[in-house]
């Protein structure tokens, strides 16, 4: 089940026109072309990860997931939230990761506070991606001003911009010409401008852990969520993208209702296809399910 949100206010046309005077390439025709490099999927920066090239789980990453789990434990009283605080401590020591006071002010509770509301909506500022491959700086960039705000890296002090994102120090999208998933390219970015390496990557969810994360990185951790999409030519999709071609690309969850059930999405390629909205909503076990299994999420 979708449910759709915010439209674009602003025609492709004017955005792709506005985004060549900004010394962007403005937004990629879909209809009688190949995706960009050639690349399969690769209509807006993202790609399709064949099976053979799937990534494997991290070691942070399987220990993450691990703390998602007796986080879901603790709310349903399986574990005390003293014995899920403590797994928090040791995983956030590990891997030398803090809760600042701004971030648990952010979360509304304690760092190690084991509850999430049964909705939650982050303040998002949405923007439309500056060049046709650039799903994922513009997503990287929504999901860096939900949770520091306008900073510059914190790995080599460069302005906050989709640009910069791209560039070889961060993604390395603009030599790459996408942020594929397999090269991992995005969390790296994302976590050297940020200055800590949160983010981790979990490729082909299951829909039960995807609505688990929902509920502990947005509810529990302030945190958005970064999902690599794949939507088949002739397949369903989502969001009002072009119905005859296979799309790779990246956008951003920044909230939830009813529980995780249903996850709020924030949309990049505004500035690729017209009708495309802003954000829209989506059944989150579906949308796991449907468009998560050939890529995957970052938490």
Known sequence: MKLHG???GVTVALCAALLVAAGGTGAQAADGEQPYGGIEGNWTGGDVTAPERQIELSE????KIALTEAWVQAQDGKISQDAFAKKE???????????TAAQKKAAGASASAA???SSRVLGV?????????YCGPATGAMM???IDGFIRSRHNNDAFSQENLANSAHMDTNARGLTDWSSKKFVFGLNRWRGESYYVQVPSPSPDNAVNTMMHSIGGNAKPIAADTVEFKGGRKYNNHPDHLTIGHWIAAYGYHTDGRYGKWVDPATSVWPGVYKSFEYNTRDFTATFLQSNGYAY
């Open 115 to 117: 509850a999430a509301p």
């Open 60 to 63: 942070q990453a399987k220990e």
């Open 125 to 133: 500022t949405h923007y439309a991606q500056a060049r046709n491959y």
């Open 6 to 8: 915010i439209r674009s």
């Open 144 to 146: 860096i001003k939900m």
């Open 89 to 99: 401590s040791q995983f956030l020591t590990k891997y030398n990761l803090t809760h």
